[in-house]
Nanobody, 121 residues
Framework: QVQLVESGGDLVQAGGSLRLSCVASGSIVTINTMGWYRQAPGKQRELVAAITSGTSPNYADSVKERFTISRDNAKNRVYLQMNSLKPEDTAVYYC???????????????WGQGTQVTVSS
């Protein structure tokens, strides 16, 4: 059993900052990639940022220079520092982890329940 729990979503004014946090727990052998996705009302879920061990982070063009993803491998945590927030950043933000559990040889995707970020103009 694997759980991903996000925190840090809030209501903030345009230009403000928020820091999202996500922790993965349970029967985890190794985590390959951790990332953040978001889904706004009426839109598809989209990648915001992802980080794979040993590689540079990957960002959506819309958040480059404003958002920073970081990861604490020892604690199975991933963070998303969001600066200069815009109303169009309003969405439910989901944590994702691509990981391996015991007794399997492949990676599976796991998702958190989501945290709401609302940016007012």
């Amino acid at each position: 059993q694997v759980q991903l729990v996000e925190s840090g979503g809030d209501l903030v004014q345009a230009g403000g900052s928020l820091r999202l946090s996500c922790v993965a727990s349970g029967s985890i052998v190794t985590i390959n990639t951790m990332g953040w996705y978001r889904q706004a009302p009426g839109k598809q879920r989209e990648l915001v940022a992802a980080i794979t061990s040993g590689t540079s982070p990957n960002y959506a063009d819309s958040v480059k220079e404003r958002f920073t993803i970081s990861r604490d491998n020892a604690k199975n945590r991933v963070y998303l520092q969001m600066n200069s927030l815009k109303p169009e950043d309003t969405a439910v933000y989901y944590c994702n982890a691509r990981l391996r559990t015991p007794w399997v040889t492949f990676l599976n995707d796991y998702w958190g329940q989501g945290t709401q970020v609302t940016v007012s103009s």
